[in-house]
């Protein structure tokens, strides 16, 4: 981040639950990163002043930036928030297939575990339910069934279609959403339902819309496509407002004229008009993978480990053999759903986690809640109560109070120290301020770190096959605690990890993805015409609402290039992957051998240490379309290496960090920094956006991309 740039072309965003992050491109691929706090109550707030931050690199306004900007990318939790906190408005009504009205109730299995701790899960009297998004009053059943294999075995009973839907709307419900049993397979009846509700609305003169699965999750899991349909209804459509606002805000206050863009679960980016605005649901951290792939091609690794420290959580994702993997029924918010996510998993341990003194059995808990965009106690317009690892980093030295986010917030030293006092060292039997606080923080780091672990070795992997990444505003200030002892082949931290995902989102795509169950087995011999027939067929399908979407957001759907693929499994398999099949290759046998050629070569290389079984047979579960639009990405510049020595500007002079006992650290300004330098720990490198904390024992090489190598001196 210098003072001479070109014209800014490209704003992208991540708005986290404590920190609005920006990342500014301009034409001639340099960059620069903004930050300021998040502003639950209108989002739009907390980009803008992010924006303005970010430009002060450059010297420019955002007012003189603005109307040249060409994309804007969003990634945030907004949407998320509004889920697990239930802060919709809207008032859902379903129709369901008869007998089937206490979905949200029973659940399945694996929902009504999900989020707790291993030793929970083994005792289900610790199990506890969701609260259903809609009440067990606004749910009707319907007698009708399509079969397993798409053939209708009992018609659809219309006149109980249409008392369920008066019914509904009797209760004054805003939407309608209609999912019945196997309409993946055949929609028949999900459209006559929506037919007759259509008709009902009309005839009352009342604005409800209709939904239906098969439109918008031809997925096989009941629970699962119903989930996503009612997530969609319940917090996407609300948030179209919140993501609107943005580019509202942007174009009144700085006239920027780009359409905004969303980063989605799988890594791509979609209008904020999308039909399936859900596949947005988990943006944020997204971003940060997809920087990690992209950085990654600049050492030419094939293996990452993505560590992304926010303020309310530590999100881990690996990159295997170059290969992303994604799930395609993820549980978000201890909900089931059938949306295709980047594969990672996040644990409440970020640096606005709340520390508390368990009386019962006189032990430090963290979490699982978060002071999030408050901080800590240590900042007063907060309002906190309950000190977090923020206020313990702060009473360490690691942070300085009056210059976190370059000084425009300022932070209270002493009544961080006050309340750790009070509220954990007098509980715990009196230890010093200093002792607890660096307790909670090692402790804090030893959870990561187990976190860690226990992902890469259940990929049958082990650390030294791994490059680590860390970034996220707490990523620098915390990795050499949470690395520790790990033998990886090296720790990398971007001198913009504050904006790390950020930085993702303006590498994102277009791209629009469709997913279908197909359920195929692959037989081992006899004629494959009637698979590829049914894939082709799909893929069509799919393929024409690519190319809707694309007409749809003023893109020439010649200039979107179309990848099909399918997820598949050894039979009997409980997991499926996704392998490219590219229809080049028109002849069905040749086109299908290599589908399981590829498969294979894939199952071992993700899975290392795991058995193929391919006696047991092939099985396709779904056929998946993607279309891809390029747009322009930010290019990493390379610079020449000076000296090891740091220069005379970069210090600033030295302060007292607390490592178990008191230590002189140098401190240094990051953005004063050159390629070359080594900067040895003890010592704090500082910047407006994020702290890196170099511990004794360590010391961190400032590469030629400007991405720091910790390592141990």
């Known amino acids: ?125 610790t199990h506890v339910h969701n609260e259903p998004l809609v009440p067990r009053k606004h749910i009707r059943g319907v007698r009708g069934r399509i079969s397993f294999f798409g053939e209708e075995v009992i018609p659809l009973y219309q006149d109980e279609a249409r008392d369920a839907v008066n019914y509904l709307l009797d209760q004054d419900v805003t939407a309608i959403v209609v999912s019945l049993l196997y309409s993946y397979r055949d929609p028949r009846h999900e459209q006559e339902v929506a037919r007759i509700a259509e008709e009902e609305v009309y005839r009352r003169g009342m604005d409800v819309p209709v939904f239906i699965s098969s439109t918008h999750t031809p997925i096989r899991g009941d629970l699962a496509r119903l989930n996503t349909l009612l997530v969609e209804v319940y917090a996407a459509r609300p948030s179209r407002r919140q993501l609107r606002s943005v580019g509202e805000r942007l174009s009144r206050d700085v006239g920027s004229k780009a359409a905004v863009r969303v980063l989605t679960s799988y890594g791509g980016t979609i ?45 881990v994702g690996l990159i295997s053999e170059r290969q992303v993997a994604t799930r395609t029924e993820p549980t978000v918010a201890r909900f089931l759903l059938a949306i295709p996510t980047v594969a990672m998993d996040s644990i409440g341990a970020g640096t606005g986690t709340r520390v508390r003194v368990d009386p019962a059995v006189k032990r430090i808990t963290l979490g699982p809640d978060s002071a999030g965009s408050r901080l800590g106690v240590s900042w007063l317009p907060g309002g906190e109560e309950v000190p977090s690892i923020t206020d313990c980093d702060l009473v360490l030295g690691y942070l300085n109070p009056e210059y976190f986010l370059g000084g425009s917030v300022e932070l209270d030293l002493d009544r961080a120290r006050r309340t750790i006092q009070e509220q954990l060292s007098e509980p715990l039997g009196g230890k010093s301020v200093e002792d607890t606080a660096y307790g909670v923080v090692k402790l804090l780091e030893t959870e990561m770190r187990d976190h860690l672990v226990g992902m890469i070795l259940g990929m049958g992997y082990s650390p030294e096959n791994y490059q680590m990444f860390a970034y996220g505003g707490g990523g620098p200030l915390h990795v050499a605690g949470y690395v520790g002892n790990l033998e990886f082949q090296a720790v990398r931290v971007p001198s913009w990890a504050a904006a790390f995902s950020a930085f993702g989102c303006a590498c994102a795509d277009y791209t629009y993805r469709y997913d279908r169950s197909v359920d195929v087995l692959i037989p081992p011999t006899g004629n494959r015409q009637e698979i590829m027939g049914i894939l082709r067929q799909t893929w069509d399908e799919l393929a024409r609402r690519i190319q809707d979407d694309a007409k749809r957001d003023g893109i020439d759907p010649a ?139 360590y010391q961190a090489f400032l590469d030629r991309f400007r991405v720091f190598e910790l390592q141990r001196s």
């Open 1 to 125: 981040m210098t003072s001479k740039h070109g014209t800014p072309v490209i704003l992208a965003i991540d708005a986290g639950g404590t920190m609005t992050d920006t990342f500014v491109v301009d034409d001639e691929g340099s960059f620069t990163i903004g930050k300021a706090q998040t502003t639950p109550e209108d989002e739009s707030l907390g980009v803008l002043e992010s924006f303005r931050d970010s430009l002060h690199y450059w010297e420019t306004d955002a007012e003189d930036a603005g109307p040249h900007l060409r994309a804007v990318v969003y990634s945030g939790t907004s949407m998320l928030n509004r889920l697990l906190e239930r802060t919709s408005d809207e008032r859902i009504g379903v129709i369901v297939t008869a007998g089937m009205e206490d979905y949200l109730q029973l659940e399945r299995a694996v929902q009504t575990y999900a989020g707790y701790a291993y030793s929970d899960r083994l005792h289900v009297v």
């Open 271 to 315: 209008s904020p008009d999308h039909d399936s605005l859900v596949s947005t649901l988990v943006s944020g951290p997204i971003g940060g993978i997809l920087g990690a792939r992209r950085l990654a091609e600049l050492y030419a690794t094939t293996n990452v480990v993505c560590s992304d420290v926010g303020g309310t959580s530590f999100d």
């Open 559 to 697: 200039e979107v290039s179309i990848v099909q693929s399918v997820r598949m499994q050894y039979f009997g398999m409980l997991d499926d992957l996704e392998v490219q099949m590219p229809l080049q290759n028109q002849d069905a046998d040749a086109a299908i051998g290599k589908l399981i050629e590829d498969f294979d070569s894939l199952f071992e290389k993700i899975f290392a240490r795991a058995a193929k079984s391919p006696e047991s047979g092939y099985f396709i579960t779904k056929a998946i379309a993607v279309g891809v639009y390029p747009t322009e990405k930010p290019v990493i510049p390379e610079y020449p290496l000076a000296s090891a020595a740091p220069p005379s500007t970069a210090e600033k002079g030295v302060r007292k960090v607390f490592e178990g006992n008191w230590r002189e650290a140098r401190i240094y300004e990051m953005d004063e920094l050159v390629s070359g330098n080594l900067v040895v720990g003890p010592s704090v490198i500082e910047a407006p956006a994020t702290t890196f904390y170099i511990p004794s024992g």
